[in-house]
């Protein structure tokens, strides 16, 4: 099982970033995906999930309006879309599984002027 994360990077306040993860080694297309995020210093915290075939989305309050979390179960890859950034979103981001129990390594996102 390995989910790898992409699409990190230096941003200013106000850009957006696609964040990218993309799933192998189990039936992707079966499971429930969720991005999470964890700042310097902080626990790591739910930002947002999918149900398996993307009808079901849910938000962290922090980013709804901002955040969008989309699939495409052809490409076992799940997506992060995030506008608006703030730097309050700085942070490691992460690509999970819950119910196989995977985690990706992350992706940074650092935003700032």
């Known amino acids: 099982v390995q989910l790898v994360e992409s699409g990190g990077g230096l941003v200013q306040p106000g850009d957006s970033l696609r964040l990218s993860c993309v799933a192998s080694?189990?039936?992707?297309?079966?499971?429930?995906m969720r991005w999470y995020r964890q700042a310097p210093g902080k626990e790591r915290e739910l930002v947002a999930g999918i149900s398996s075939v993307g009808g079901i989305k849910n938000y962290a309050d922090s980013v709804k309006g901002r955040f969008t979390i989309s699939r495409v179960n052809a490409k076992n890859t799940v997506y992060l879309q995030m506008n608006s950034l703030k730097s309050e979103d700085t942070a490691d981001y992460y690509c999970?599984?819950?119910?196989?129990?995977?985690w990706g390594q992350g992706t940074q996102v650092t935003v700032s002027s």
């Open positions: 080694g189990f039936t992707f297309s079966s499971y429930t």
């Open positions: 999970n599984a819950p119910a196989v129990a995977a």
